[in-house]
């Protein structure tokens, strides 16, 4: 009888064992396929984010700002950050015209959003000794605004 268990006892540890190694092997598997598509659609992202930006010359030019530069951040997924300063306040009506214009195009329209948030922003701070001078807006998963003032 304790043959029978013995014998029972290893089937069990063997087919855990082997149960655990394809296991391991399909989630080594799914990473690397998940991870090569995140990079592949990333990569992708960018490339189109970056077309329409460089596209997109004169519409930039309309907001009130300049692009003073323009980083890539690779990882997984990727971002694009862009640095502008403020060159002039435009009115609420070109802002809207602007949008109007541009709502065809995703990543443009999306920085647009987020100047004029910004701006929308910045003309409620009423600050004597800050000025406000440019932002950087992140284009990823999680978009972010980051407002610059100097002191004036």
Do not use: C, H
Not at 8 to 25: D, F, Q, R, V
Not at 70 to 85: E, F, G, M, R, Y
Not at 114 to 141: C, D, E, P, R, T
Request: avoid cysteine.
């Amino acid at each position: 009888m304790e043959n029978i268990l013995d014998s029972a006892k290893e089937k069990l540890t063997e087919i855990t064992g082997t149960i655990t190694g394809i296991s391991e092997n399909i989630t080594s598997l799914l990473k690397k396929e998940v991870i090569d598509n995140l990079k592949d659609y990333g990569i992708e992202k960018v490339n189109e984010a970056w077309t329409q930006i460089e596209s997109s010359t004169e519409v930039f030019a309309r907001t009130g700002y300049s692009i003073t530069a323009i980083n890539i951040n690779v990882a997984i997924p990727p971002t694009i950050t862009l640095s502008l300063d403020q060159t002039e306040n435009i009115t609420d009506e070109e802002e809207e015209k602007l949008l109007n214009e541009n709502k065809d195009k995703t990543f443009v329209y999306s920085i647009l959003v987020a100047l004029f948030k910004a701006n929308a922003i910045q003309k409620s701070i009423n600050s004597v000794q800050y000025k406000f001078s440019g932002l950087s807006i992140g284009l990823g998963l999680s978009p972010s605004i980051d407002m610059k003032f100097k002191k004036v």
